[in-house]
């Protein structure tokens, strides 16, 4: 305190207590002088200018009250019009004399009704009054704004006005005798039009708002027109005072017809002045008119252009949501139209565009559509300026949308773009709800305060990730948050693209068609949410456990019921798992083809369900939208079992009683509340931890202990924490190298490493943060360590130091720098032992002329892949959805043909997935980012799709929320016969909940020609092409590229030898033997040999084993498709794979297990950070 004191300087002596009590008196002996400072220089002339043009509203009143004088004096030259009488003489008596003395014959003009006027004292007193006041606002506004050139004040047109209509009034006080002179007072509407417009100027300036253009031209125009008109029809009845004496009314009926072409001619001027005035004011007409709907007409196309305003008056009655974009793509715009306007409470909604760019002109074409015409409005502006955001009226919107143009150059700049726009919203409406959707990770901390964040490189790794494990996963996610309406296609119309005659056997007509009826039934499934205490679902569940809501549920009225959140919390659980018991208040997720709100329920007699469920899987009937009936066969429930399944092949074990005959194999029921006795957890735990305690020779060999914990380092800031397997310590950067050997290894190509699993291979162009998320799925803890495939990552461009500290923490993961163009990096990589090839969309490829010729590379690498390694699962991302049917394209397949047809034929619909039956897309083999654009549309009336695709793709990890998995249907598994009975299985034994079906059948339609390297020529004989249609047809599925196994093929390679062999020279002997040798060998070979002889050729040449390549089977005889949700009787088939979504093993970790897990537990408790809510 000491020191505080000290620091105080103390007060001057004239600051004493008599000072204080004194107040100001006291100052007065002080020695200081106020200062004021202005913002002007402080002159009489500047104080003036300031009063009368600086300031705005003292100026606007000047404006108005000018503009009042010059009404009020044309208002004055009427009335002097209405009392004048032209047949009594009025003015200078010495003329008046001098004209009556003499002789005028008929063809003179009598001038003295045109120089002199009627003009009564008062009235001409007012009019004196208004001259001078306004000749002395005129002067005095001329001396103001006079800048250093007199003569260009005179010679302005509105100084002259005033000059002829003020001084001749001024005049006539100093001589009466012109007091009846006639004065033009008539051209004042001229000045009154001058007065508006600066009026209008100044008050746009005084309320600080931007004047409109259009509205300024239209003004001008109108006024225009109308001073026109005025002054032709007091001149024309001003100067027929000496000729038919028009009244004003006459005046004005000549004006009308004349100006508007018409012409009747019955009122016609009289005397040559009056039609020398019409010929001018026609002339002046023809020349200011048209300038000035020139100027009106550009300014309405440019308004067309840029958009007009949406009304306070709208913005307050109606409701709106305006979408942000920096360039709007045809594409982008149907598909947020499409997806807005799919939910039944958003068709009153409007949706205003606010974009920078002109309007597209296919935009333009779609938005004069009378649907969206109405709906749709679009404004040229920027989020960025106020003032457009007024023009959008974005504090009374619903919500504003923020979208990236994800096909700049620049993707950082693109999000800097994006940034700046939210936050200039925020600014001006703070209120209203902000869906932004962001390119890159590293960026998302920036918008934080958004309601609503998709992170576009975040989804996309994620995504990808799991289609690794979970085949399909991308088209599963698409599906669900996609409002499609479930449409199957009649098998008539397939049978009439294919071109299938009726001929065909049962079994042929249900298997093209079957699973196009089962695949585009149950893609109309989606998320919802309800109640409880509110459901018919779920209300009779409350108070019993999670699984068995859901099996209960599922079993009664067909709803898979994956999700719920507690009334206090905002945290969504996906499968809580048995120990979680329901409650009144809480808001259940579930997948259905509708929401129940939508439903009608029916009962049935029970002998009707049955016969429903035996006919449901040879013919699936349709659902209908609006309701759901329950049609369900009974299961047996005989005895307990508790058996669970490893997470590593695991198979559902059989009952002891099952082989029993006439009795079918019985399943544990699904308990009301969990048992501890008898509920398992699930092996995974279990298995995970006896792998930590005995590590396996290889990695006691190899030095290498795995641990699971959180990621020490994160490569950007707002990652979700996940919880993964990881090393004790990190490895050396020159380790993380594949194809090059250091100090501590000297491996140089994938074989050398001895991997036990196959390879996953991601094939980018640059190491961004996003791919940090695709290693984080891949590296879970709940994945069993034995199952870990190695990471290949091949990139175009080396990556950075901050990436390669983030993932060398991580087991198995290594990077090369290579490109898939390269067939040598390809196999140095480990194609070979690869089991996924993940192909991402390059950013340097994205912005292309052509638009969707963006992926033309990405297309024409992946279809190499395809042939060279046909046996490799190749998943791959497009920039452009609709380029996807020229994945593995084969030009002369029927089938894919006939999907192309069906293609168009739903986008004809209207169908918002017309690319949903292609092959690659429902298999789960292609992907684009854009198809996910629909989830941030959807988080508008489902907030909750957001935060459940996040914990589906493992990028939030909630503690009690359960994860996405799959699990295989093989022969020991097929005595559980039905969907239904799995799901009771799952539940009653793990815990599982599963939610659709990954699903691969043979294709029995006609193969490609194209797999047969070698044409038929025309010239051939019917009846060797009728051989080949009967090779083809019962051998359609073979790929064997032995020549001795295709008679057909290996004659028709003769014939074409023979016949090459025919045009060419003759050689003698030896030479003539060889050459003809070697044709046959050549065309003995198909191209199937061809790409394997290249790529054993090139695997020796690099020094390469090529006992690992395999002529790979073809895969292009089958079909993959997913089954979200099917019916409880849908029979399950062998290799189905099965989508779970299992319940988190943490949360099943007694308290009495030993001490090693209870660290653990705390552990995990400790380190448990809440996840990044977006």
Same mark, same amino acid.
Request: glycine content about 4%.
């Given at each position: 305190?000491?020191?505080?004191?000290?620091?105080?300087?103390?007060?001057?002596?004239?600051?004493?207590f008599?000072? @204080?009590?004194?107040?100001?008196?006291g100052?007065?002996?002080d020695?200081r002088?106020q200062?004021?400072?202005?913002?002007?220089?402080n002159?009489?002339?500047?104080?003036?200018k300031?009063?009368?043009i600086?300031n705005?509203?003292?100026?606007?009143?000047?404006?108005? #009250?000018n503009?009042?004088?010059? $009404?009020l004096s044309c208002?004055?030259?009427?009335i002097r019009?209405?009392?004048?009488?032209?047949?009594?003489?009025?003015g200078?008596?010495? $003329?008046?004399q001098?004209?009556?003395?003499q002789?005028?014959?008929?063809?003179?003009?009598d001038?003295?009704?045109i120089?002199?006027?009627?003009?009564?004292?008062?009235?001409?007193?007012?009019?004196v009054s208004v001259?001078l006041i306004?000749?002395?606002?005129t002067?005095?506004?001329?001396?103001l704004s006079y800048k250093? &050139?007199?003569w260009?004040?005179i010679?302005?047109?509105?100084?002259l006005?005033?000059i002829i209509?003020?001084?001749p009034?001024i005049?006539t006080?100093?001589w009466?005798v012109?007091?009846?002179?006639?004065?033009?007072?008539f051209?004042?509407?001229?000045?009154?039009?001058?007065a508006?417009?600066?009026?209008?100027n100044?008050?746009?300036?005084?309320?600080?708002?931007?004047q409109?253009a259009? #509205?300024? *031209?239209v003004?001008?125009l109108?006024?225009?027109?109308?001073?026109?008109?005025?002054?032709?029809?007091?001149?024309?009845?001003?100067?027929?005072?000496a000729g038919?004496?028009?009244?004003?009314?006459?005046?004005?009926?000549?004006?009308?017809?004349?100006f508007?072409t %018409?012409?009747?001619?019955?009122?016609t001027?009289?005397?040559?002045?009056?039609?020398?005035? %019409?010929?001018?004011? /026609?002339?002046?007409a023809?020349v200011?008119?048209?300038? *000035?709907?020139?100027? @009106?007409?550009?300014?309405?196309?440019?308004? +067309?252009?840029?958009g007009g305003?949406y009304?306070?008056?709208?913005? *307050?009655?109606?409701?709106?949501?305006?979408?942000?974009?920096s360039?709007?793509?045809i =594409?982008?715009?149907?598909d947020f139209?499409n997806?807005?306007?799919a939910h039944?409470r958003?068709q009153d909604?409007?949706?205003v565009?606010?974009?920078?760019?002109?309007m597209?002109? *296919?935009?333009?074409?779609?938005?004069?559509?009378p649907?969206?015409?109405?709906?749709?409005?679009?404004?040229?502006?920027?989020?960025?300026?106020?003032?457009?955001l007024?023009r959008?009226?974005?504090?009374?919107?619903e919500?504003?949308f923020?979208?990236?143009?994800?096909?700049?150059?620049?993707?950082?700049a693109?999000d800097?773009?994006?940034?700046?726009r939210a936050?200039?919203v925020?600014d001006?409406?703070p209120?209203?709800?902000?869906?932004?959707q962001?390119l890159?990770?590293?960026n998302?901390f920036?918008?934080?305060?958004?309601?609503?964040?998709v992170?576009e490189e975040?989804?996309?790794?994620?995504?990808l990730?799991? &289609?690794?494990?979970c085949?399909?996963?991308?088209?599963?996610?698409?599906l669900?948050?996609?409002?499609s309406?479930g449409?199957?296609?009649?098998?008539?119309a397939f049978?009439q693209?294919?071109g299938?005659?009726?001929?065909?056997?049962?079994?042929?007509q249900q298997?093209?068609?079957?699973w196009?009826?089962l695949?585009g039934r149950?893609?109309?499934?989606?998320?919802y949410?309800?109640n409880?205490?509110?459901?018919?679902?779920?209300?009779?569940?409350?108070?019993?456990?999670?699984?068995?809501a859901?099996f209960?549920?599922?079993?009664k009225?067909?709803?898979?019921?994956?999700g719920?959140?507690?009334?206090?919390?905002k945290?969504?659980?996906?499968?809580?798992?048995p120990?979680y018991?329901?409650?009144s208040?809480?808001?259940c997720?579930?997948i259905?083809i509708?929401k129940?709100?939508n439903s009608?329920? !029916?009962?049935q007699?029970?002998?009707?369900?049955k !016969?429903e469920?035996?006919?449901?899987?040879?013919?699936?009937?349709r659902l209908?939208?609006?309701?759901?009936?329950?049609?369900m066969?009974?299961?047996a429930?005989?005895?307990q079992?508790?058996?669970?399944?490893?997470?590593?092949?695991?198979?559902?074990?059989?009952?002891?009683?099952?082989?029993k005959?006439?009795?079918?194999?019985s399943?544990?029921?699904?308990?009301?509340v969990?048992?501890?006795?008898?509920?398992?957890t699930?092996?995974l735990?279990?298995?995970?931890?006896?792998?930590e305690t005995t590590?396996?020779?290889?990695e006691?060999?190899?030095?290498?202990?795995?641990?699971?914990?959180?990621?020490p380092?994160s490569?950007?800031i707002?990652?979700s924490?996940?919880f993964?397997?990881?090393?004790q310590e990190?490895?050396? #950067?020159?380790?993380l190298r594949l194809?090059?050997g250091c100090?501590?290894n000297?491996?140089?190509?994938a074989k050398?490493y001895g991997?036990?699993?196959?390879l996953?291979i991601?094939?980018?162009?640059?190491?961004?943060?996003?791919?940090? &998320?695709?290693?984080v799925p891949?590296?879970a803890y709940?994945r069993p360590?034995?199952?870990?495939?190695?990471?290949v990552?091949l990139?175009?461009?080396?990556?950075d130091?901050?990436?390669? =500290?983030?993932?060398?923490?991580?087991?198995?993961?290594y990077y090369?720098v290579g490109?898939?163009?390269?067939?040598?990096?390809l196999?140095r990589?480990?194609?070979?032992f690869?089991?996924?090839?993940v192909?991402?969309?390059k950013?340097?490829?994205?912005?292309?002329?052509?638009?969707?010729?963006?992926?033309?590379?990405t297309?024409?690498? %992946? +279809?190499?892949?395809?042939? @060279?390694?046909?046996?490799?699962?190749?998943?791959?991302?497009l920039?452009?959805?609709?380029?996807?049917?020229?994945?593995?394209?084969?030009?002369?397949?029927c089938?894919?043909l006939?999907?192309?047809?069906?293609?168009k034929?739903?986008?004809e619909k209207?169908?918002?997935?017309?690319?949903?039956?292609?092959?690659p897309?429902?298999?789960?083999?292609?992907?684009? /980012?854009?198809?996910?654009?629909?989830l941030l549309?959807?988080?508008f009336v489902?907030?909750?799709?957001?935060?459940?695709?996040?914990?589906?793709?493992?990028?939030?990890?909630?503690?009690?929320?359960?994860?996405?998995?799959?699990?295989k249907?093989?022969?020991e598994?097929?005595?559980i016969?039905t969907?239904?009975?799995?799901?009771?299985?799952?539940c009653?034994?793990?815990g599982?909940i599963p939610?659709g079906v990954?699903?691969?059948?043979?294709?029995?339609?006609?193969?490609?020609?194209?797999?047969i390297?070698?044409?038929?020529?025309e010239w051939e004989?019917?009846k060797d092409?009728?051989?080949?249609?009967?090779?083809r047809?019962?051998?359609?599925?073979?790929?064997?590229?032995?020549q001795?196994?295709?008679?057909l093929?290996r004659?028709?390679?003769m014939?074409?030898?023979?016949?090459?062999?025919?045009?060419?020279p003759?050689?003698?002997?030896k030479?003539?033997?060889k050459?003809?040798q070697?044709?046959m060998?050549?065309?003995r070979r198909?191209e199937?040999?061809?790409?394997?002889?290249?790529?054993?050729?090139?695997? !020796?040449?690099?020094?390469?084993?090529?006992?690992?390549?395999?002529e790979m089977n073809?895969?292009q005889?089958?079909?993959s498709?997913?089954? /979200?949700?099917?019916s409880?009787?849908?029979?399950?088939e062998?290799?189905d794979?099965?989508?779970?979504?299992r319940?988190?093993?943490?949360?099943y970790?007694?308290n009495s297990?030993?001490?090693?897990k209870?660290? #653990?537990?705390?552990?995990?408790?400790?380190?448990?950070?809440e996840?990044?809510?977006?």
């Open positions: 305190m000491a020191d505080l004191d000290s620091e105080v300087p103390p007060l001057p002596p004239r600051y004493r008599r000072d @204080l009590l004194l107040g100001e008196q100052w007065q002996s020695d002088v200062v004021e400072f202005y913002m002007n220089e002159t009489f002339k500047e104080r003036l300031l009063f009368f600086k705005q509203r003292s100026s606007l009143r000047i404006r108005l #009250f503009f009042s004088l010059k $009404l208002f004055l030259y009427i019009v209405l009392l004048d009488d032209p047949t009594q003489g009025f200078c008596k010495e $003329l008046n001098s004209c009556s003395d002789n005028c014959t008929p063809g003179t003009i001038w003295s009704p120089i002199w006027v009627n003009r009564s004292l008062p009235l001409w007193g007012l009019q001259a306004s000749l002395f606002e002067l005095l506004l001329s001396y250093g &050139n007199i260009e004040q010679l302005r047109i509105p100084f006005l005033e209509n003020a001084v009034f005049i006080i100093f009466p012109l007091r009846n002179l006639f004065i033009p007072v051209l004042n509407c001229w000045l009154a039009k001058h508006l417009e600066n009026m209008i100044d008050l746009h300036r005084a309320i600080q708002r931007t409109s259009m #509205f300024n *031209q003004l001008i109108i006024s225009t027109l109308l001073c026109l008109i005025f002054t032709c029809i007091c001149g024309i009845q001003h100067l027929e005072r038919n004496r028009l009244t004003l009314f006459d005046s004005l009926y000549f004006c009308i017809v004349t508007s %018409v012409g009747f001619g019955d009122v001027p009289k005397i040559w002045p009056s039609k020398l005035l %019409v010929v001018i004011m /026609i002339c002046v023809l200011v008119l048209p300038i *000035q709907f020139e100027q @009106l007409a550009y300014l309405w196309m440019e308004r +067309q252009k840029s305003n009304s306070r008056h709208r913005a *307050q009655t109606e409701k709106h949501i305006v979408l942000c974009v360039s709007l793509k =594409d982008l715009l149907m139209l997806e807005f306007y039944p958003l909604y409007y949706v565009i606010l974009c920078p760019t002109e597209d002109a *296919q935009v333009r074409r779609v938005l004069q559509i649907m969206w015409s109405q709906r749709v409005i679009y404004l040229q502006g920027s989020a960025l300026k106020d003032q457009d007024l959008a009226k974005m504090d009374d919107a919500a504003c923020i979208l990236s143009s994800r096909c700049e150059v620049d993707r950082t693109a800097h773009q994006t940034i700046l936050w200039a925020k001006f409406a209120n209203c709800p902000l869906y932004v962001i890159k990770p590293e998302k920036h918008i934080k305060f958004a309601d609503h964040v992170c975040e989804f996309k790794y994620a995504m990730a799991l &289609n690794c494990i085949p399909a996963t991308s088209t599963l996610i698409t669900l948050v996609h409002t309406r449409q199957t296609v009649p098998w008539e049978r693209l294919t299938t005659k009726q001929t065909l056997n049962r079994e042929s298997s093209p068609e079957q196009q009826k695949y149950c893609s109309g499934n989606e998320v949410h309800i409880l205490e509110e459901s018919t679902f779920f209300a009779e569940y409350e108070g019993k456990s999670f699984t068995y859901s209960h549920a599922h079993k009225f067909g709803v898979c019921l994956i719920v959140r507690k009334e206090d919390s945290n969504i659980l996906l499968n809580p798992g120990r018991i329901m409650s208040t809480d808001i997720f579930y259905n509708t129940e709100e009608a329920f !029916k009962k007699e029970k002998h009707k369900k !016969k469920s035996k006919l449901s899987y040879h013919g699936a009937s209908p939208v609006h309701s759901i009936i329950a049609s066969g009974t299961v429930i005989d005895l079992d508790t058996g669970c399944r490893t997470s590593s092949k695991p198979t559902l074990a059989l009952p002891s009683e099952g082989g005959e006439g009795r079918r194999p399943i544990a029921p699904v308990l009301e969990a048992d501890s006795s008898s509920l398992q699930c092996d735990l279990s298995d995970q931890s006896e792998d590590p396996s020779d290889d006691v060999s190899a030095g290498l202990e795995y641990a699971k914990g959180y990621p380092y490569p950007y707002g990652s924490p996940t993964c397997h990881l090393l990190k490895v050396p #950067f020159c380790c194809d090059k100090q501590h000297y491996y140089e190509d050398a991997f036990k699993n196959k996953i991601v094939a980018a162009e640059t190491a961004g943060n996003g791919l940090y &998320n695709f290693i891949l590296r709940y360590k034995k199952e870990l495939n190695p990471i990552l990139l175009d461009n080396p990556p130091m901050h990436f390669l =500290d983030a993932i060398c923490w991580f087991p198995m993961v090369m490109s898939i163009d390269n067939l040598d990096d196999l990589c480990g194609v070979t690869a089991a996924n090839m192909v991402v969309d950013e340097s490829t994205m912005s292309a002329e052509e638009d969707y010729m963006a992926d033309a590379k297309i024409v690498n %992946v +279809q190499t892949l395809f042939r @060279l390694f046909s046996s490799l699962s190749i998943i791959t991302e920039t452009h959805p609709a380029n996807m049917r020229f994945m593995q394209f084969r030009a002369k397949d089938y894919s006939a999907l192309s047809k069906l293609e034929k739903e986008r209207g169908s918002n997935l017309a690319f949903m039956f292609r092959l897309f429902a298999a789960g083999r292609v992907f684009s /980012i854009s198809m996910l654009d629909t549309y959807q988080s489902k907030d909750y799709m957001i935060s459940i695709t996040r914990l589906l793709l493992g990028l939030d990890t909630t503690p009690g929320s359960g994860f996405l998995c799959s699990m249907i093989t022969e598994d097929l005595w016969r969907y239904a009975r799995l799901y009771q299985k799952l009653s034994s793990t599982d939610i990954y699903r691969t059948e043979s294709q029995k339609l006609t193969t490609s020609e194209s797999q390297s070698i044409s038929v020529e004989d019917t092409t009728k051989e080949q249609i009967s090779y047809s019962s051998h359609r599925n073979s790929t064997s590229s032995d001795s196994d295709h008679p093929l004659r028709k390679s014939q074409w030898a023979r016949r090459l062999s025919r045009r060419v003759r050689h003698s002997g030479t003539t033997e050459i003809n070697q044709r060998n050549l065309y198909s199937r040999q061809e790409l394997a002889e290249l790529v054993k050729n090139r695997m !020796k040449h690099l020094g390469l084993s090529p006992a690992g390549y395999d073809d895969h005889n089958t079909l498709y997913i089954l /979200i949700n099917p409880p009787d849908t029979r399950l062998l290799n794979i099965v989508y779970l979504i319940p988190d093993p943490l949360a970790v007694p297990a030993p001490n090693r209870d660290s #653990f537990c705390n552990t995990v408790g400790q380190d448990t950070r996840e990044t809510q977006l």
